[in-house]
């Protein structure tokens, strides 16, 4: 039960730090709004405005998810399903983003996969500080971003386009590895932090139980005395009679 206690306190501290990356949420969706102004001379418009209402749609929904997690109660929330939540909104926009670059198969320019390339390196590694505590988080969000991006590059027919799918996939490959690191090194740290937090509230306990021995022994012992010195005094007083 203590083991099962502790898990749920690295898992809580873990998604205190993720739920703090709010700003990269409205980040992300500036992000969008410029990069589907520079797709407009390769991409169709109506294409552009239905991808940038999803990525709002996605990005308004985590917003808001990320403020009923700071009103939650900790003491009584559900941090696996929190932690789920989490995940799930990061796949959405990553999704969304590889629907972006899937799109390169109907209209692209050479430009345009410099553009999303440029994009998918900046963002993962952007989310790379962001997603890092919760490493399933990050996957979700990497993996349909970057792997379709790396797909349709691999298909062209243009060598650079093709090397540059090479590219990115082993990017994708190299920043996992490195979020795998940086996740180990949070939850190390976030272990840590509970263990001190567990051994400060053992020491307090210890604290108040000594406190309550002590003056529970006070009180035998002021019972004692009193319990001994009435049949003295009766003593006392038949001897002086």
Request: aromatic content about 10%; proline content about 3%; some cysteine.
């Amino acid at each position: 039960m203590k083991g099962y206690d502790r898990q749920e306190r690295v898992l809580a501290g873990k998604l205190e730090l993720l739920f703090r990356g709010h700003v990269a949420v409205p980040g992300n969706m500036l992000v969008a709004l410029i990069v589907a102004v520079l797709l407009r001379q390769s991409h169709p418009n109506w294409f552009l405005v239905c991808w940038m209402i999803a990525t709002v749609s996605v990005g308004v929904a985590r917003l808001f998810l990320h403020r009923a997690f700071q009103k939650a109660d900790s003491r009584e929330r559900c941090n696996s399903c929190w932690a789920i939540r989490f995940t799930i909104g990061t796949f959405a926009s990553g999704l969304i983003w590889g629907t972006l670059c899937a799109s390169l198969l109907l209209w692209h320019t050479a430009a345009s996969y410099v553009l999303l390339t440029f994009v998918s390196a900046g963002m993962t590694a952007g989310a790379l500080a962001t997603f890092a505590p919760y490493m399933p988080a990050y996957l979700a969000y990497a993996t349909p971003f970057i792997l379709p991006l790396s797909l349709v590059s691999l298909a062209s027919k243009d060598d650079v386009v093709a090397a540059n799918g090479v590219l990115a996939l082993l990017y994708f490959i190299v920043v996992t590895l490195i979020c795998r690191y940086s996740s180990r090194f949070v939850n190390h740290t976030v272990k840590l932090q509970v263990d001190n937090e567990i051994l400060r509230e053992n020491l307090r306990s210890t604290r108040r139980e000594r406190n309550r021995a002590r003056t529970e022994k006070w009180s035998t012992l002021a019972q004692l005395s009193h319990e001994l010195r009435t049949p003295l005094n009766a003593i006392m007083g038949f001897s002086e009679a």
